[in-house]
Antibody
Framework: QLQLQESGPGLVKPSETLSLTCTVS??????????WGWIRQPPGTGLEWIGN???????YYNPSLKSRVTMSVDTSKNQFSLKLSSVTAADTTLYYC?????????????WGQGTMVTVSS | SYELTQPPSVSVSPGQTASITCSGD??????ASWYQQKPGQSPVLVIY???KRPSGIPERFSGSNSGDTATLTISGTQAMDEADYYC?????????FGGGTKLTVL
């Protein structure tokens, strides 16, 4: 059973860069059937898509975050990563990584448990 | 930018049918997915490609999509179905989520 696990600092200072990693276990990140995404959810509110990445490194970002987002993939470690620069308190939220399935018309079919990131000095 | 609109809340009595709508410009020309999220848990895919259920999702969950509206229908709603539900679609290469609907079973 494929699983996703987010990791990274739970506290980031304002204006610094948030860095998170998603480790994929129980399957290969290099499958051509799937690709990978980041989504965030402020406490008590809805889901916001951050971006997607293919194992080839091709990325697509939310236009509202594009100027601050960088995603990368490390196939040797079966991981993909998110960097969000110039963070503010508005970036304090729960961050999820997820698998996007080509066999399910590109739906997010497996999600990590999420990791909370707080932006504070 | 493309937007998906959901009602903030829907209430249903146990055993009755719950319908949650998701509206977007020509949404019927796209595929809609639906996610269930219970408090403190990650979202779970319950419907993809408008009306298909992933393995393990009960048959009481169904979906439709036509015109500007996609609908998630839960037949014979159970207390365990109380949760937030989010619709999602693709607009070109970007992902759009609806604002979410809190389903209350009372």
């Amino acid at each position: 059973q494929l699983q996703l696990q987010e990791s990274g600092p739970g506290l980031v200072k304002p204006s610094e860069t948030l860095s998170l990693t998603c480790t994929v276990s129980g399957g290969s990140i290099s499958s051509n059937t799937y690709f990978w995404g980041w989504i965030r959810q402020p406490p008590g509110t809805g889901l916001e898509w951050i971006g997607n990445i293919y194992h080839t490194g091709t990325t697509y970002y939310n236009p509202s975050l594009k100027s601050r987002v960088t995603m990368s993939v490390d196939t040797s470690k079966n991981q993909f990563s998110l960097k969000l620069s110039s963070v503010t308190a508005a970036d304090t939220t729960l961050y999820y990584c997820a698998r996007i399935s080509g066999t399910k018309n590109d739906a997010f079919d497996i999600w990590g448990q999420g990791t909370m990131v707080t932006v504070s000095s | 930018s493309y937007e998906l609109t959901q009602p903030p809340s829907v209430s249903v009595s146990p055993g009755q049918t719950a319908s949650i709508t998701c509206s977007g410009d020509k949404l019927g020309d796209k595929y809609a997915s639906w996610y269930q999220q219970k408090p403190g848990q990650s979202p779970v895919l319950v419907i993809y490609q408008d009306n298909k259920r992933p393995s393990g999702i009960p048959e009481r969950f169904s979906g439709s999509n036509s015109g500007d509206t996609a609908t998630l229908t839960i037949s014979g709603t159970q207390a365990m179905d109380e949760a937030d539900y989010y619709c999602q679609a693709w607009d070109s290469s970007t992902v759009v989520f609806g604002g979410g609907t809190k389903l209350t079973v009372l």
